[in-house]
């Protein structure tokens, strides 16, 4: 037996908050004792619900808002809610898309992912394109986001189907985002009309005032931008009420060498909390 | 199998570490609101921290480097140590204990006292921290003598402390009243600026014993008594922060 640490590391610089518009924020540490003065070291640590590699709820707002971030989930489970035997041990199907860039997985994908996997009904599911490595979240920082492999909008849709038809609950993939950059980052960060230099991430001033050019949404909904058509649509919300959560931004996948592992999944324990950062465990059984 | 979770949550109404200038604020923030996110320190809720987090050992592994293996079904001991509520966990108790426990080579401690228990009917108190069992330094200096013996570097407590900062920071500020906010409070800038590396070497005494001794230290378990005698395994599963020496933690017995 074998276990391999899935889990994406926090450090200042991470992509994810940098370059998505709002609400999501960048790492940052404060360190308030040092070794130098105090002789011993402790730090402030300032994180998104998403930062590393997240465990996201359909409660992602919680426990500010109390309503889930869409109606007809199947699961009802917060964070501190799911039962421990959803998250440790879980049979998991490897499915394999490899990609790389900026490519969007389409339905198609996910379809003949699954005629070659080892999927047995019950199983959870790590989706791996092998873009994601821990070196080249190092190494490429906010570009690791933007340059990065995603979902498209009939892939999640799919992807939502098959989990129900096999009784999968929860979905895990080494892509950066679900949904896609360009979609996600459209007139901030990706997209011909990106802002050149980019402004800073949440909280910034610029950041919040992108708010106000947005159209007023409900408190679990997230202000959009004008697109246009042919960038088509996000498919997270349509996903997310077929699970218990959604977890992205795993690393070392690539490691794998069998179809299948069991899981282990550790999100941060929030008292009433939707989404945390979470460290992952692949169990692989000697064959 | 059974799971156990031994984890205080991550809580925005009360986190028990503010009680010491030392800690800094949980903040849970709103979604569109400056605050956004988590604001946590090292030592927020249930916990691991490393011997780097003193500067003497600061060439020692962060919370990125340490092995899998470590961490993942790791098989630990359960130790019975009985205490009062504000009582010290000595050489002698502790010598008695282990010995009792048997305890295999590289096995995992777990010190269970109790204290934990009461977590949730001291929520919103002070007293879960200033009348925690605690490790004298003599207690702290044998317990890593021995899980050097033992080759094992991980203990797990159930305790609000490892040392008891008697030495100043109890009387200078914990039961002050009104006592003052953690970081980034003023008043705590304002003690940190004189909390020194001597104060803090004989506040934490008995966390720098074992610090010394190369151990790893979870503190702040929760349900600890819903566990067996004996052996069981443990998922420890910190926030994994790049090169940090401590860090929020989640803790899970998997109990056959």
Same mark, same amino acid.
């Given at each position: ?115 070659? %996997? ?56 080494? %892509? ?112 | ?5 031994? /984890? ?26 400056? #605050? ?7 030592? /927020? ?14 060439? /020692? ?44 080579? @590289? ?5 269970? /006292? ?15 921290? #200033? ?44 039961? #002050? ?16 600026? @004189? ?29 600890? @008594? ?14 994994? #922060? ?15």
């Amino acid at each position: 037996m074998r276990v391999l640490d899935l889990s994406m590391p926090i450090w200042e610089g991470a992509g994810y908050g940098e370059v998505l518009p709002m609400p999501n924020l960048p790492v940052s540490f404060t360190e308030y004792m040092t070794y130098d003065w105090h002789g011993l070291r402790r730090t402030q640590i300032k994180i998104d619900d998403e930062s590393g590699s997240p465990f996201m709820t359909i409660w992602q707002r919680s426990p500010h808002i109390s309503d889930p971030i869409e109606d007809g989930g199947i699961y009802e489970w917060r964070l501190d809610e799911v039962p421990l035997d959803r998250l440790i041990m879980r049979p998991t199907v490897i499915l394999d898309v490899p990609a790389s860039g900026d490519y969007a997985l389409t339905a198609e994908d996910i379809d003949r992912a699954v005629a070659e %996997a080892d999927y047995q009904d019950g199983d959870e599911v790590l989706l791996r394109t092998g873009w994601g490595t821990r070196m080249r979240a190092y190494e490429m920082g906010e570009r690791y986001v933007l340059e990065g492999p995603g979902w498209g909008y009939e892939s999640c849709i799919r992807m939502g189907e098959v989990m129900r038809e096999r009784h999968s609950a929860i979905l895990m993939t080494d %892509a950066p985002l679900i949904m896609t950059a360009l979609y996600q980052g459209w007139g901030w960060s990706a997209g011909p009309e990106r802002i050149v230099p980019r402004p800073k991430p949440w909280p910034s001033t610029e950041a919040r005032e992108r708010l106000l050019d947005l159209p007023e949404v409900p408190a679990t909904k997230t202000p959009q931008p004008p697109r246009p058509a042919e960038l088509g649509k996000g498919g997270y919300r349509d996903l997310i009420k077929s699970t218990i959560a959604i977890c992205k931004c795993l690393v070392g996948a690539d490691e794998i060498r069998s179809k299948r592992v069991d899981m282990i999944m550790m999100p941060m324990l929030v008292r009433r909390g939707g989404a945390s950062p979470c460290r992952f465990f692949a169990v692989e059984r000697d064959e | 199998m059974t799971y156990i979770d031994l /984890t205080m949550p991550v809580d925005w109404e009360w986190m028990p570490d503010e009680v010491f200038p030392t800690a800094t604020q949980l903040v849970v923030g709103p979604p569109r609101d400056a #605050l956004k996110g988590f604001t946590l320190g090292n030592e /927020t809720a249930t916990c691991l921290l490393l011997p780097a987090q003193f500067a003497e050992f600061r060439k /020692t592994v962060r919370i990125d480097g340490i092995d899998t293996a470590s961490l993942v079904l790791r098989p630990t001991r359960v130790v019975d140590v009985p205490c009062e509520p504000g009582g010290a966990l000595t050489a002698d108790s502790l010598s008695a204990a282990l010995g009792r426990s048997e305890v295999a080579t @590289g096995e995992a401690i777990l010190l269970r /006292t109790g204290w934990g228990d009461s977590f949730a009917e001291r929520r919103g108190s002070a007293s879960y921290m #200033l009348e925690s069992p605690y490790l004298s330094e003599e207690g702290a200096e044998l317990l890593g003598e021995e899980m050097r013996r033992l080759q094992t570097d991980l203990v797990l407590l159930d305790t609000a402390l490892v040392s008891r900062p008697d030495k100043h920071l109890m009387s200078e500020w914990a039961t #002050l009243s009104p006592r003052g906010a953690p970081w980034p409070s003023e008043t705590a800038r304002g003690y940190l600026r @004189g909390y020194t590396e001597e104060r803090v070497r004989e506040d934490w005494a008995a966390d720098y014993a074992l610090a010394r001794h190369g151990v790893m230290v979870a503190k702040k378990l929760v349900n600890c @008594g819903r566990l067996p005698a004996g052996r069981i395994f443990l998922i420890v599963a910190p926030l994994l #922060l790049v090169r940090a020496i401590g860090a929020t933690c989640r803790v899970v017995a998997v109990v056959d």
